[in-house]
């Protein structure tokens, strides 16, 4: 089960952090939930994560994020990954999707928060003091 913990999962970008958290809170409830209501459940995290990597996609792009094609790798890899489970559980097969989110899924998430996310994180900061300092104004990224 993840636990979201501000000190040490937080990025200090607040979209990506509500949209972790969002993520966080979807897994948990994937994780705990009944065979009744997990196909549900299991939908709303895919489009949870479809707007999720598209978003951080954009802000990739607008930052001119050096690493974008390794992130965006690591996106196509997981969400490929969530459209195949949920394949299964149309299927009514639950015991590979449910392991899925259970260990595959909250580790990637671990992973990839304290790696690729990170790095993007401190991208958009510099980015943005950038502007600031060249514009005398507000950071603003979109």
Not at 4 to 18: P, S, V
Not at 47 to 57: A, K, V
Not at 124 to 132: E, I, M, P, S, T
Request: one cysteine or more.
């Amino acid at each position: 089960m993840l636990t979201w913990n501000d000190k040490t999962h937080a990025l200090g970008i607040a979209e990506m952090d509500a949209t972790h958290r969002e993520f966080t809170a979807l897994t948990n409830l994937l994780a705990e939930c009944d065979d009744t209501d997990f196909a549900a459940l299991f939908e709303k995290l895919l489009e949870h994560c479809r707007l999720h990597f598209t978003n951080e996609g954009r802000l990739m792009r607008i930052s001119r994020f050096p690493a974008l094609n390794e992130h965006e790798s690591e996106h196509h890899r997981i969400y490929g990954d969530l459209v195949q489970m949920h394949r299964a559980v149309q299927r009514g097969r639950l015991m590979l999707p449910r392991a899925f989110v259970k260990q595959g899924l909250e580790s990637w998430f671990s992973q990839h928060l304290s790696s690729m996310d990170a790095a993007l994180a401190a991208h958009l900061k510099r980015v943005g003091q950038a502007r600031v300092e060249m514009t005398g104004g507000l950071p603003v990224l979109g």
